[in-house]
Each structure stands twice: as structure tokens, then as C-alpha cells.
């Protein structure tokens, strides 16, 4: 039985758990945090996207991107400064924003939302985890008829790979979700994705978790940082853990989001993932509360029904590694939020809207890296943006696929 230790217990790390065990691992999952899910997957839009895996890299960022450098889209803020790698991630980005880069990078995102998709469903078949999953679809609102005509060569992809989308009217959509009554500006028209879900991420893994200790004899370590990888002759022998002991193993996956310190700087890869922070807010649903998820495309702002309760996320913010909490900025989401949909969640004073703050790990592609380290037994598993929920499943399949294709290559002789 192969031992592996995956480092990172955010949703990346517990989808790659559960299809490690399946496969027959002995899998220890090792976390600085006392609990999973606390670092981007904590509180995050909840969205399954499997209709609107979309790489953010596109032609139509790149129109907007002299308003955002200019700070005129409140949505995003732009802190530029003088690090190479950050500059070349920047160049990096642009080049993936024209229209081919675009389609390959979407029709791959697309492909692993689709495999999440599946692999949920089976898992669900299986198994009740409480974690407010909820298949009632998705809705993207257009100010002008225009904006969304723009996106009709994509939406015709979609449907050529079995995505199901809808272009609706207003009054076709309110049919469908009467929340969209509260919003008081123009909605020209809507894009409805029938098969989208959502549901807490954290939730998620700390329902899975359990299952997987019981099942398939998951070990875990919370409250340990990773310190080092340690090999013999180009082969994984072991996990450091600060100031602990070493875990002995022959596989170690990195689900470490945007933290590529593990690696040493040679092996790094220059300018592949840059944290980008976004903020949400999560707050008891009025009667009047969406069912169906709802993208407000003007401001940016993703509505998620969780339960009693509605997420809103949104804001991306580039510039040096931090995810300090800024109150200035939460504040101008929060009152965006309230703006477009406040009828449908409870915002008075005395009302705890729990703020969070968090850091996409974007990679230029919006791909995430999924592949084999510079050792022998050593695996890549982050960079999943904005859709980590959306392809943790996928995203988990896929390295399994590349670790197993490994164990089949021969063995190097020893010197
Ligand atoms: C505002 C916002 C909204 C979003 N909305 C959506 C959405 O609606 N749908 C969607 O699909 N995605 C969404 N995302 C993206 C999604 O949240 C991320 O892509 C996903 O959570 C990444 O998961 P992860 O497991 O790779 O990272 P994380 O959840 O950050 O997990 C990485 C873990 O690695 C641990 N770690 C790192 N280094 C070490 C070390 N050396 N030792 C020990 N532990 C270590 C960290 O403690 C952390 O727990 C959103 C993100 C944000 C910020």
C-alpha cells in the first residue's frame, strides 16, 4: 500500500484524499491549521460552476483592463509593484487573454468542472454529507443585451460539449427565481445554467473527513507546518514536519493553494500562481431569499443560497502577497452586496454579516498545476483560482491519473 501525505487540507486536498484512498493509499493529511478548509476554502462563493468555467484570462478582461489599472471598476484593485515575478505573472496573463489561449484554457477548466460533476454525484449516491449542497442552478445577469450577445460564441462551445444554457428575458427568468424582483436596476437579459449547484466548501471536507478515517483509515495532522520534503536518490522518502517528526512516506501531494514554498527556488514555477483576495459575506436569508445562485455581473458579486443563510463573494485584488483584511474594502463589497440583492438577506445593525476574507491562487491560465514534482513520488496539485470548488474533484482525478502513470514508468537503476 503506497503512503502518501498530502500537504494542504483546503478542498484540493480533501478531493485528492478521498480518490487516493479509494486507490488503495495510505493517506496522512497534514495541515497548519487545526481544522480543514481554513485557508481560501473557508467561506468562498460556493458556487459549482460546471456551466461557467470560464478562464479569466480572456478577450474580454483584456478590454477592461486599462479601467481596472485605472482603479475605475470598484470590483478589482490593481497595487502594482516591483517584484519580477509578479510583473511576469502580469505578462503571463495577457498573453493568455487572446481568443485561442482562451477556448483551450476554458474547454480544459470546463472538462474538470464536468469530471467534479460526476465524481460529486457518486460520492452523493454513496454517501450524506451535510453540507448544503443544493442543484438549483445558475444565473448570470446582463445589464444590455450587447454584453451578453458578446458571449454567445462561448455559450455555442458549451452546448457543442453538453452544457446546458439558456439565454432568458427578465420576466422569463423571475418565473424561474422571483428573488430577481428585489433587484431594482435594468437586467436585459439572463444566462440560466440549469445543471449548477453550490454548497460549503468547508463543510464539505470536514463531512468527508470523518468518512475517510473510518473507511480507509485517513490519518491526519492538524496544527503541523510542513517544513521540508525529504528524498534519497531522486526519490520521496519522507515529510518534515516543524519541529516533529518526519513522516515517513513514498508520495507526497503538494495542495498548498498559492504557497509554492515547499519547493526549492529552482524547481518553483516562476510566476505560475498569484494570490488574488476576495471577500464574502455570509448573513441569515429574508423570505424572500434566492434559490438559485445568482452572478451580478455588473458589480462583480456572486449570491449563494446556503441553507437559511446567502453568501455573497466577490472583489479581486492583485498586488503583494497579502490577505490582510481590509475594512475599507469589505465595506465597499458590502454595500455593493446590499445594493443588488439586500432584500434577500438580513443587514440591519446588530446583524453579524460574518466577514472573510480569502486569496484565490490564480495561475496565468486559470489552469491549475497538476503534475509531478522534480522527485520521483513528489506531485502538484493547486493554482485552482477561482474554481477550486468547481474542479477539486476533477482536478483530484487528474493527478491521480499522473501519479499512476508514474508508478508505471520503470524505476531508475541505482548508481
Ligand atoms: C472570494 C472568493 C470566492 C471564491 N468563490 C469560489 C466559488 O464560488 N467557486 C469555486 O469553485 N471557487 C471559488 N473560489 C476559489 C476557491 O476558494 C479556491 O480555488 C480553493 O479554495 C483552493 O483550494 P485549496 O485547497 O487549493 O487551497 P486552500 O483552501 O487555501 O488550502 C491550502 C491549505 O494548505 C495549507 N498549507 C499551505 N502550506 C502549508 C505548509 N507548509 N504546511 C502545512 N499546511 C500548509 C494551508 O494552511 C491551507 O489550509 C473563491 C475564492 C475566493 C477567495
Given at each position: 500500500m503506497p503512503r502518501t501525505v498530502i500537504v494542504g487540507a483546503g478542498v484540493i486536498g480533501v478531493a485528492t484524499a478521498w480518490l487516493l484512498c479509494r486507490a488503495g493509499h495510505a493517506v496522512t493529511l497534514v495541515d497548519r491549521?487545526?481544522?480543514?478548509?481554513?485557508?481560501?476554502?473557508?467561506?468562498?462563493?460556493?458556487?459549482?460552476s460546471y456551466g461557467y468555467g470560464?478562464?479569466?484570462?480572456s478577450p474580454a478582461m483584456r478590454r477592461k483592463l486599462p479601467a481596472i489599472a485605472l482603479g475605475l471598476d470598484p470590483a478589482f484593485r490593481v497595487r502594482l509593484h516591483a517584484d519580477p515575478e509578479f510583473l511576469v505573472w502580469g505578462l503571463r496573463f495577457l498573453l493568455e487573454s487572446s481568443p485561442g489561449r482562451f477556448i483551450d484554457n476554458t474547454c480544459e477548466l470546463l472538462a474538470m468542472a464536468a469530471t467534479t460533476r460526476q465524481l460529486l454525484e457518486e460520492l452523493l449516491r454513496e454517501l450524506t454529507l451535510p453540507?448544503?449542497?443544493?442543484?438549483?442552478g445558475k444565473m448570470i445577469l446582463y445589464d444590455t443585451a450587447q454584453a451578453c450577445e458578446a458571449g454567445a460564441a462561448v455559450r455555442q462551445l458549451k452546448q457543442r460539449m453538453g452544457i446546458r444554457q439558456e439565454v432568458l428575458d427578465r420576466a422569463e427568468a423571475t418565473a424561474i427565481?422571483?428573488?430577481?424582483?428585489?433587484?431594482?436596476e435594468t437586467i436585459e437579459r439572463v444566462v440560466w445554467s440549469e445543471d449548477d449547484a453550490a454548497g460549503r466548501p468547508d463543510a464539505f471536507c470536514r463531512a468527508l473527513m470523518p468518512v475517510l478515517e473510518r473507511q480507509h483509515g485517513l490519518q491526519t495532522r492538524f496544527g503541523h507546518e510542513a517544513s521540508a520534503i525529504v528524498h534519497e536518490r531522486g526519490q520521496v522518502t519522507g515529510l518534515a514536519l516543524q519541529g516533529g517528526p518526519t513522516l515517513a512516506c513514498e508520495h507526497v501531494v503538494l495542495a498548498?493553494?498559492?504557497?509554492?514554498?515547499?519547493?526549492p527556488r529552482r524547481h518553483r514555477p516562476f510566476a505560475g500562481v498569484w494570490p488574488v483576495q476576495g471577500y464574502s459575506l455570509t448573513a441569515p436569508a429574508t423570505a424572500?431569499?434566492?434559490?438559485v445562485s445568482i452572478t451580478d455581473l455588473k458589480r462583480k458579486i456572486v449570491f449563494a443560497r446556503l441553507g437559511d443563510e446567502v453568501r455573497a463573494a466577490g472583489l479581486a485584488d492583485l498586488g503583494p502577497h497579502t490577505t490582510r483584511f481590509d475594512d475599507g474594502r469589505f465595506a465597499s463589497f458590502r454595500d455593493a452586496a446590499v445594493q443588488a440583492f439586500?432584500?434577500?438577506?438580513c443587514h440591519g445593525?446588530?446583524?453579524?454579516?460574518q466577514p472573510w476574507t480569502g486569496s484565490r491562487p490564480c495561475t496565468p491560465t486559470s489552469r491549475p498545476i497538476v503534475r509531478n514534482g522534480w522527485l520521483r513520488g513528489l506531485h502538484l496539485n493547486l493554482?485552482?483560482?477561482?474554481?477550486g470548488w468547481t474542479l477539486s474533484l476533477g482536478s483530484a482525478q487528474q493527478l491521480l491519473r499522473v501519479m499512476q502513470a508514474q508508478a508505471s514508468e520503470p524505476r531508475p537503476a541505482p548508481a
Amino acid at each position: 500500500m503506497p503512503r502518501t501525505v498530502i500537504v494542504g487540507a483546503g478542498v484540493i486536498g480533501v478531493a485528492t484524499a478521498w480518490l487516493l484512498c479509494r486507490a488503495g493509499h495510505a493517506v496522512t493529511l497534514v495541515d497548519r491549521h487545526l481544522q480543514p478548509a481554513q485557508g481560501a476554502s473557508r467561506a468562498n462563493g460556493a458556487q459549482l460552476s460546471y456551466g461557467y468555467g470560464d478562464a479569466l484570462a480572456s478577450p474580454a478582461m483584456r478590454r477592461k483592463l486599462p479601467a481596472i489599472a485605472l482603479g475605475l471598476d470598484p470590483a478589482f484593485r490593481v497595487r502594482l509593484h516591483a517584484d519580477p515575478e509578479f510583473l511576469v505573472w502580469g505578462l503571463r496573463f495577457l498573453l493568455e487573454s487572446s481568443p485561442g489561449r482562451f477556448i483551450d484554457n476554458t474547454c480544459e477548466l470546463l472538462a474538470m468542472a464536468a469530471t467534479t460533476r460526476q465524481l460529486l454525484e457518486e460520492l452523493l449516491r454513496e454517501l450524506t454529507l451535510p453540507f448544503d449542497h443544493t442543484r438549483s442552478g445558475k444565473m448570470i445577469l446582463y445589464d444590455t443585451a450587447q454584453a451578453c450577445e458578446a458571449g454567445a460564441a462561448v455559450r455555442q462551445l458549451k452546448q457543442r460539449m453538453g452544457i446546458r444554457q439558456e439565454v432568458l428575458d427578465r420576466a422569463e427568468a423571475t418565473a424561474i427565481e422571483p428573488a430577481l424582483s428585489l433587484y431594482r436596476e435594468t437586467i436585459e437579459r439572463v444566462v440560466w445554467s440549469e445543471d449548477d449547484a453550490a454548497g460549503r466548501p468547508d463543510a464539505f471536507c470536514r463531512a468527508l473527513m470523518p468518512v475517510l478515517e473510518r473507511q480507509h483509515g485517513l490519518q491526519t495532522r492538524f496544527g503541523h507546518e510542513a517544513s521540508a520534503i525529504v528524498h534519497e536518490r531522486g526519490q520521496v522518502t519522507g515529510l518534515a514536519l516543524q519541529g516533529g517528526p518526519t513522516l515517513a512516506c513514498e508520495h507526497v501531494v503538494l495542495a498548498t493553494g498559492a504557497a509554492l514554498g515547499l519547493l526549492p527556488r529552482r524547481h518553483r514555477p516562476f510566476a505560475g500562481v498569484w494570490p488574488v483576495q476576495g471577500y464574502s459575506l455570509t448573513a441569515p436569508a429574508t423570505a424572500r431569499a434566492m434559490h438559485v445562485s445568482i452572478t451580478d455581473l455588473k458589480r462583480k458579486i456572486v449570491f449563494a443560497r446556503l441553507g437559511d443563510e446567502v453568501r455573497a463573494a466577490g472583489l479581486a485584488d492583485l498586488g503583494p502577497h497579502t490577505t490582510r483584511f481590509d475594512d475599507g474594502r469589505f465595506a465597499s463589497f458590502r454595500d455593493a452586496a446590499v445594493q443588488a440583492f439586500g432584500g434577500a438577506f438580513c443587514h440591519g445593525s446588530g446583524v453579524d454579516l460574518q466577514p472573510w476574507t480569502g486569496s484565490r491562487p490564480c495561475t496565468p491560465t486559470s489552469r491549475p498545476i497538476v503534475r509531478n514534482g522534480w522527485l520521483r513520488g513528489l506531485h502538484l496539485n493547486l493554482g485552482h483560482g477561482s474554481l477550486g470548488w468547481t474542479l477539486s474533484l476533477g482536478s483530484a482525478q487528474q493527478l491521480l491519473r499522473v501519479m499512476q502513470a508514474q508508478a508505471s514508468e520503470p524505476r531508475p537503476a541505482p548508481a
